[in-house]
């Protein structure tokens, strides 16, 4: 079993305001680091170099892969607790670097 994350950017980088991931790290926040300090996937590392703060917004715990993919082929904003104005009960975590 996996971790399916989704990362919020703030702000949005283009047309991209979300990415999907996934990771088998018993701490998912292990792979968010690398995100935010533009070690991870492509988008994250431009976006991070645009200025985007990247979030940890909401997480899926003990799921398949194929749950990634299929959350990937839909929009992403419906999914976001930050984009929803209820980032009360997301786990969001801020990059300051």
Known sequence: MT?????????????AGHYVGVTHRDDV???V???QRGEGARLCRVAR?????????????NV???FEMKIKGR???????ICQ????GANVQVCTS
């Open 3 to 15: 971790t399916v994350y989704l990362l919020h950017f703030d702000p949005p980088y283009k047309h």
């Open 29 to 31: 926040m292990d792979r």
């Open 33 to 35: 680091g690398e995100h």
């Open 49 to 61: 170099r645009e200025g985007s703060l990247i979030l940890l917004a909401r997480t899926w715990e």
């Open 64 to 66: 398949e892969r194929k």
């Open 75 to 81: 929009g992403l904003k419906p999914l976001c607790p």
């Open 85 to 88: 104005g209820n980032s009360n």
